[in-house]
Nanobody
Framework: QVQVAESGGGWVQPGGSLRLSCAASGGSIVNMYVLSWYRQAPGKERELVASITSAGTVLYADSVEDRFTISRDNAKNTVDLQMNALKEEDTAVYYC?????WGQGTQVTVSS
């Protein structure tokens, strides 16, 4: 089973940026089909934020299009999520999912 670990969460003011990183151990992301970031805000259902497939197809939620960028580094075995122009509504726990394996999540708080 692949171990998934997220990092990079924290507190940022509206308009700021954060970069989340997802590290895989026990398996190579090269062999994985879909690498994804999800988030879950308090009182809301978990939602897909962004995903990238082995073929390089990228998908973003409408709410983060043009602000977030997902990328993969096969050499480092990581999947990153660059988040710019953050809004208070981006506050959530962010989870990395590598095919069927999930991390524990990292908190992102956007507030003034």
């Amino acid at each position: 089973q692949v171990q998934v670990a997220e990092s990079g969460g924290g507190w940022v003011q509206p308009g700021g940026s954060l970069r989340l990183s997802c590290a895989a151990s026990g398996g190579s992301i090269v062999n994985m089909y879909v690498l994804s970031w999800y988030r879950q805000a308090p009182g809301k259902e978990r939602e897909l934020v962004a995903s990238i497939t082995s073929a390089g197809t990228v998908l973003y939620a409408d709410s983060v299009e043009d602000r977030f960028t997902i990328s993969r580094d096969n050499a480092k075995n990581t999947v990153d999520l660059q988040m710019n122009a953050l809004k208070e509504e981006d506050t959530a726990v962010y989870y990395c999912a590598l095919d069927q394996d999930w991390g524990q999540g990292t908190q992102v708080t956007v507030s003034s």
